[in-house]
């Protein structure tokens, strides 16, 4: 007799059978903001999480929230517009969040490179924003003037600055979908550990 035939106890499965019908338990719900330079992929990224059609992506210039689901999580995102003359007021949006997603263009020019850390290590040492686990897409991978995720870590000098917080720096394209939902879940992990921890202590 196969190991998988010897079922001693019938009225368990029965039981399973009959559980599992139910809905399925509430997923935990995240309020996440989304910030990074106009054109580093944020709305594409997102609204491939959510399947929505690409061709209606226009430019963000406010800011728009999406509900993002996940296996275990949905994440409520708010991304925030990247111009120049929007920037300023992202702060005005962090309130309630619980983590952040900063998406970087890999492959652009060295000036907005810099703007761009400049954003990062701003919204690191903001006081709403600075206890929060961050998860940084170094995005538009697919081009060959892409630098490297080991290049973007040490031009943003994140181990000094983010050392001790949960962060994570991951290469992604948007025609790597599945390496993002990788990302994102590494995300939720780290959103569920801080969920934990009161109760910890
Ligand atoms: N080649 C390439 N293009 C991308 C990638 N991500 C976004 N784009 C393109 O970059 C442009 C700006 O993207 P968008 O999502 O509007 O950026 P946002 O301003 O950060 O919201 C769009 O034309 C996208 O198709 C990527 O990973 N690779
Ligand atoms: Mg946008």
New binding site residues.
Partial sequence: VGLGCNRPFPERECFKALCCKGPPPPRPEYDLVCI??????????L?QLCSEN?EN?V??TGFSIKAVPFQNAVLNVK?L??ADTIRKYWSRYYQGSQGVIF?L?SASSEDDLETARNELHSALQHPQLCTLPFLILA?????PAARSVQEIKKYFELEPLARGKRWILKP????DMEAVKDSFTLLINLLEERELEPSRM
């Fill in positions: 990074g330079l106009t054109g580093s992929g944020k709305t594409s990224l609204s690409p992506i430019s963000t991304e517009g990247g998406v263009d995005n538009h991978q697919d081009k992604c394209s948007l025609d």
